[in-house]
């Protein structure tokens, strides 16, 4: 049974994007840019080149454009490759969800296992703070530009993730998608969103894949000891 997916009043979207700092557009351009970035794959590419440019394109544009506009900056934090606002109180990475993603009376969870990174946000978006050893480990690296947390900054930072779901549809393809902060984090999958914001699908004509997914997006398993 298909799903159906209500429309998010615009204006409700915008107002609430506005109140963290970021824009429908934005968060529609990276969409976008993975989506080009996917199509340039061809067949004798290794597998899984098609997702993992998506995923960089993803990642390259939600900074590019957070970093121009809004001032934000570069983070890496526990491996998760972030962007955050200027005092640092709101972080915004990608996630791949499955078909209920975007759907404000559905449940939608990743797609693809995740490490322990994904549990560390989690837990401080629930406000339980990051256990010594976890921020100890994770201490963010912060490359070029880029920004490294306090331990206190690390417990208070609210993570969200731009959740996309693509499909083809005849000759165009529909991406589901939607801003929402992860709570609950058990097994590799996410078990509970705090907030939720479904956003408005984007559709794009649409260009047979030449390559599968493969793993794409980036949270490495470490084993804590």
């Keep these: 049974m298909p799903l159906v997916k209500p429309s998010p009043e615009p204006d ?23 989506e080009a970035a996917r ?17 960089e394109a993803h990642v390259r544009t939600i900074r590019e454009l957070h970093i121009e506009h809004e001032g934000w900056a570069r ?3 526990g491996r998760l490759e972030l962007v955050c606002n200027a005092d640092r109180s709101i972080a915004m990475g990608v996630m791949v969800g499955d078909a209920a993603t975007g759907q404000a009376s559905l449940f939608p969870k990743n797609a693809r296992r995740r490490g322990p990174a994904t549990d560390m946000v989690a837990r401080a978006n629930a406000g339980e703070g990051a256990p ?14 880029g920004v ?3 331990e206190e900054e690390a417990c208070a930072l609210k993570t969200w993730f731009l959740l996309s779901y693509r499909v083809k549809i005849g000759d165009t393809v529909r991406i589901d998608c939607e801003l929402s902060q992860p709570s609950k984090f058990e097994n590799g999958f996410v078990k509970e969103w705090s907030r939720r914001i479904p ?20 949270d490495i398993d470490v084993d804590f000891r």
């Excluded at 409700?12 to 993975?34: I, K, N, P, S, Y």
């Excluded at 199509?39 to 995923?55: I, S």
């Excluded at 010594?132 to 690296?141: D, H, M, P, R």
């Design 132 to 145: 010594s050893v976890q921020t100890a480990l994770f201490a963010a690296g912060t490359g070029p530009y």
């Design 39 to 55: 199509r340039t794959a061809v067949p004798n590419d290794p597998t899984g080149t098609a997702g993992r440019r998506a995923y």
């Design 75 to 77: 983070l890496v934090h």
């Design 148 to 150: 490294a947390l306090s």
């Design 199 to 218: 956003l408005p699908a984007l559709v794009m004509d649409g260009i047979e894949p030449l390559n599968d997914d493969g793993p794409g997006e980036i």
């Design 12 to 34: 409700d979207v915008r107002a609430q994007l506005g109140g963290m700092g970021t824009r429908l557009e934005f968060l529609h351009d990276v969409l976008r840019a993975g």
